[in-house]
């Protein structure tokens, strides 16, 4: 399996983008049903979890985007989706995509090479 995110960009604060990641080699009975989730990395900190979305649609928003973000999938496509709208400077990062594991909810496959995200005030 092979992730691949796209859809960054620069963009002026208060400005939408929507990110796409693609689930390459996931097969419809394992993506359907899998929680997906989207990261993000600013400069110099840790890669934070932004938003998740559960097999049955549960979605839950981090607390710093939340009202802003929201996250979606296409299971036909073994994709997910984060629009993201209102941008702020502080949403400025690389951001990735994983599927977590059912049990320990960490990231089960290695890291794309992410999108890169540029806000400018």
């Known amino acids: 399996v092979r992730l691949v995110e796209s859809g960054g960009g620069l963009v002026q604060a208060g400005g939408s983008l929507r990110l796409s990641c693609v689930v390459s080699?996931?097969?419809?009975?394992?993506?359907?049903?899998?929680?997906l989730a989207w990261y993000r990395q600013a400069p110099g900190k840790q890669r934070d979890l932004v938003a998740t979305m559960t097999g049955g649609g549960q979605i839950n928003i981090a607390d710093s985007v939340k009202g802003r973000f929201t996250i979606s999938k296409d299971n036909r496509r073994r994709a997910t989706y984060l629009q993201m709208n209102n941008l702020q400077p502080e949403d400025t990062g690389v951001y990735y995509c994983?599927?977590?594991?059912?049990?320990?909810?960490?990231?089960?496959?290695?890291w794309g090479q992410g999108t890169q995200v540029t806000v400018s005030s």
């Open positions: 080699g996931s097969i419809l009975s394992v993506f359907s049903p899998s929680t």
């Open positions: 994983n599927v977590l594991d059912r049990d320990t909810f960490n990231p089960s496959y290695s």
